[in-house]
């Protein structure tokens, strides 16, 4: 037969579309074209197909060779494809059985010699892969991140010559094995000493998924606090672990397969970019803020940034995902991370000090403030002095802090509430279920009134400070929300008090 068709995966953010390699032989003058797209990389896959299989002792045919590689309007790029190719030759020229190539896919790029190498994005194929029904073959390097997708059965092999023996029924292929999960320990909030307001704003944002912003001199506990978050939210469900560990895969920066359960968190170097924040590039990859995604995200020295850089924040920050727009392409990736931002009060770092260090003037201070704008401001939940301890509060021989565990023994039940309530955490509550479920007295509505006129707050701080308050008596085991929780709330508008507000 003259024509065969083998499936494989394409990768397109952190999707894997299917695509079908079709293969024709005809006659005329020996050729090989590939159509359908391709990019620089496909296109050079007729070399190093045509070495590979003339390794595995094949026939290359000499004839004219068609590959089509559909749907035609999807880019094509990377060598994952070689695999594929080579199978689709080798069965068009009869030197294949081409029923053997059903149920399968094939994902893998060739080296000369026949051996199969890895490629980026195999966890999103073989999720794809398990939905379609099919098996799924990788090179060795991707089986144990391929096997994370339970509902697939997964096959490795190391050269071309492996793959066409097991096709040919002439031996077994090994399955691909997961990873055995691994416990590590997360940070413990134990080592952290005195900062009883900042722990306790800690626990408030892990219980309702609340943004939060640290302010305080250098080496108060800021970045300390931070790292600290993950050992206190809860654990990620099956499928949130797999999304976030599909967004690694496709990132093009590897998997870490034995942190694979673990929640991320990324915390990149105040002079990244704006592509690098939020994703991009020609071919889109996503950026730290996916990378993040159902984890947290650290940024710290949060004046530093540029602005455009922590503006395209604002967006995902709402909507939980992001989007990248670009000529030949348009990539949607996941963004729900919880955002932990540090900074100081002023230019030097001692604003406030009881030391009386600091050397800014006011003009000073309301210019390194002015770098964050409004907007973003009012989409951080909770503001928080880190204020400097005295050397007898960071004493080692002291009493440590109260454990990770305990506190997320409150964060759970607290979860647990929300989860019952509304199916989510307070910090996704929508316009209709804020008003249903923060409901408040005549007196604390009045109260919330006269905070929002004396502060100048915006509706959209107004429903955020409501969700706070949900959240803190959540923790406190209450239905409805008092007038000390929503007291509490109020305060943590830091930001937006008095000459501290940070202009838009």
């Keep these: 037969m003259s024509l065969a068709i083998v499936h494989s995966r394409a990768r397109m953010g952190v999707r894997a579309p299917e695509v079908r390699v079709e293969v024709h032989l005809a006659g005329g003058l020996p050729a090989m074209s590939i159509v359908g797209l391709p990019e620089a990389a496909v296109r050079e896959a007729k070399d190093r197909v045509r070495a590979a299989i003339q390794c595995a002792q094949f026939e290359f045919p000499a004839r004219r060779i068609t590959v089509n590689l559909a749907p035609a309007d999807l ?7 070689d695999l594929a190719i080579a199978l689709g030759i080798l069965a068009a020229s009869g030197q294949l059985p081409v029923e053997a190539l059903d149920g399968w896919e094939f994902i893998g790029e060739l080296a000369l010699t026949g051996e199969l190498r890895p490629v980026d994005g195999a966890l999103a194929a073989a999720l794809a892969a398990g939905e379609s029904g099919r098996r799924l073959l990788v090179a060795p390097a991707n089986g144990a991140e391929a096997a994370l997708a339970s509902a697939v059965e997964v096959r490795t092999a190391r050269t071309l010559l492996e793959v066409c023996a097991a096709l040919e ?55 300390l606090l931070a790292s600290r978050l993950c050992g206190i939210l809860p654990p990620p469900t099956d499928s ?40 991009g590039g020609a071919d889109p990859r996503p950026g730290e803020i996916s990378l993040a995604h159902h984890g947290v995200l650290f940024l710290d020295e949060l004046p530093e940034w540029s602005r455009h850089a922590l503006e395209v924040l604002r967006e995902p920050l709402e909507s939980g995902s992001v989007s990248i727009a670009r000529a030949a392409r348009h990539c949607e990736f996941p963004a729900r991370f919880q955002l932990v931002a540090a900074m100081n009060p002023c230019p030097c770092g001692w604003a406030g000090d009881p030391s009386g260090r600091c050397l800014c003037n006011e003009e000073m201070i309301r210019r390194y403030r002015a770098r964050i704008s409004g907007p973003l401001l009012e989409r951080i939940d909770l503001h928080v002095e880190v204020p400097r301890l005295p ?85 406190a085991g209450s239905d409805a929300i008092d007038t000390p929780h929503l007291t509490e709330a109020i305060g943590y508008r830091k930001l937006e008090r008095g000459r501290d507000r940070v202009a838009a």
Excluded: M
């Excluded at 690694?248 to 170097?269: K, T, Y």
């Design 169 to 223: 029924g002439r031996r077994a292929l090994p399955p691909a094995e997961a990873p055995a999960a691994t416990d590590t320990a997360a940070p413990d909030l134990a080592d952290v000493r005195g900062q009883a307001q900042a722990r306790r704003a800690l626990e408030i944002a892990a219980a309702g998924g609340h943004h939060l912003l640290l302010v305080g001199p250098p080496g108060s506990g800021k970045t």
């Design 75 to 81: 880019p094509k790029d990377g060598g994952r494809y």
């Design 391 to 475: 050397p007898t509060a960071l004493r080692t021989d002291g009493a440590p802090g109260e454990s990770s565990a305990r506190v997320r023994e409150r964060v759970l039940a607290a979860r647990d509430r929300q989860q019952a309530r509304s199916g989510g955490t307070n910090a996704r509550l929508d316009q209709a279920q804020t008003n249903a479920f923060c409901a408040l007295s005549a007196r604390d509505a009045g109260l919330l009134e006269r905070a929002v006129e004396a502060l100048q707050l915006s509706a959209r701080s107004l429903h955020r400070i409501l969700r706070v308050a949900r959240t803190i008596a959540d923790l």
């Design 240 to 279: 949130e672990a797999l999304e976030a560990a599909s967004i690694a895969s496709a990132s093009g920066r590897g998997l870490d397969l034995a942190r694979w359960r673990q929640r991320p968190f990324r915390a990149p170097h105040h002079t990244a970019s704006a592509v690098a924040l939020v994703g």
